[in-house]
């Protein structure tokens, strides 16, 4: 998560939201592949009090929570982003879904933004490109990267 690293300060509290977005976008990208997805979208906005990611796929369906038993290899996918979110929610698209969380940053964690445009390395292994958008603080900083192919494997 390289773009929240360029936002937010060097700190162990940045450190574990960092850690917390990281495993979301994780999560959100496997249940998008699990779920016959071809296209993934992720989109990371930093906002004054919380990380919004969402994850727009072409998948068909709608995820939905699943009680996992210790020995099921799958279903706890939800339950981490529930757990490691403040809120998190579905919205149909005309072409698939979108899948958003909200992960909170910390009252006392302080950043701050300006107005330039960067490139960044990609975000995470196999997308094929990012960009962040740094603005003022009173919007949201956002990165978008985009994986295409089966397995999202390019």
Avoid: Y
Avoid at 32 to 61: C, F, K, L, W
Avoid at 72 to 91: E, K, T
Avoid at 104 to 124: C, E, K, N, T, Y
Wanted: overall charge positive; some cysteine; charged content about 25%.
């Amino acid at each position: 998560m390289q773009c929240l690293r360029e936002v937010l300060p060097a700190s162990s509290d940045a450190s574990e939201v960092i850690d917390d977005c990281s495993l979301v976008v994780s999560e959100l990208t496997s249940n998008a592949v699990t779920a016959g997805s071809t296209v993934v979208s992720i989109t990371v906005e930093v906002h004054r009090d919380r990380v919004r990611i969402a994850a727009d796929d072409d998948g068909p369906g709608v995820p939905r929570p699943v009680a996992a038993g210790p020995s099921d290899p799958h279903g706890r996918g939800l339950a981490i982003v529930d757990s490691l979110s403040r809120a998190w929610g579905v919205q149909q698209r005309p072409r698939g879904k979108q899948v958003w969380a909200d992960v909170a940053i910390p009252s006392g964690l302080m950043f701050a933004v300006d107005g330039r445009l960067q490139r960044l390395a990609p975000p995470w292994k196999g997308s094929r490109h990012a960009l962040m958008k740094i603005t003022r603080l009173d919007t949201p900083v956002r990165c978008r990267g985009r994986c295409d192919g089966p397995g999202l494997a390019r």
